[in-house]
C-alpha cells in the first residue's frame, strides 16, 4: 500500500507522495494507487490544468487503517532496535 502512511498527514499529489516513499518506479506507485482507488481506501481528483494536477485523499475507510498501520510501524521500529542491540 505505497503512500498510505504518507496520506495519513493528509491529501497528496503524486509527486510529493512518490518523493515520501523513496525508490519506487512511477509505473509500481501509479499501480498501487489504482487498486487503492478501487479497494475505496482513497479518491483521486483530477484538476484540468495543463499539466494536469492529480490529488489523492484517504477516505474514511482508508484511515481506519490508521490503527493497523501505526502497529506495524512500531513493530517495525522494535525489529530493527533488537536487531541493532544482538548485532
Same mark, same amino acid.
Given at each position: 500500500?505505497?503512500g498510505? =502512511? @504518507? *496520506?495519513?498527514?493528509?491529501? &497528496?499529489?503524486?509527486?510529493? !507522495? &512518490? &518523493?515520501?516513499?523513496?525508490? %519506487? @518506479?512511477?509505473?509500481?506507485?501509479? @499501480?498501487?494507487?489504482?487498486?487503492?482507488e478501487e479497494?475505496?481506501?482513497?479518491?483521486? &481528483? %483530477?484538476?484540468?490544468?495543463?499539466?494536469? =494536477? %492529480?490529488?489523492?485523499t *484517504?477516505?474514511? %475507510?482508508?484511515? @481506519? !487503517?490508521?490503527?493497523?498501520?501505526?502497529?506495524?510501524?512500531?513493530?517495525?521500529?522494535?525489529?530493527?532496535?533488537?536487531?541493532?542491540?544482538?548485532?
Open positions: 500500500m505505497a498510505c =502512511r @504518507s *496520506l495519513l498527514q493528509g491529501t &497528496k499529489r503524486f509527486g510529493e !507522495l &512518490k &518523493k515520501s516513499i523513496g525508490h %519506487v @518506479s512511477q509505473k509500481v506507485l501509479t @499501480s498501487q494507487l489504482r487498486q487503492m479497494s475505496g481506501l482513497l479518491t483521486r &481528483k %483530477v484538476y484540468a490544468e495543463v499539466p494536469p =494536477r %492529480v490529488e489523492y *484517504l477516505t474514511e %475507510v482508508g484511515y @481506519s !487503517l490508521k490503527p493497523i498501520m501505526d502497529a506495524m510501524w512500531a513493530w517495525g521500529e522494535e525489529y530493527k532496535r533488537r536487531n541493532e542491540q544482538n548485532a
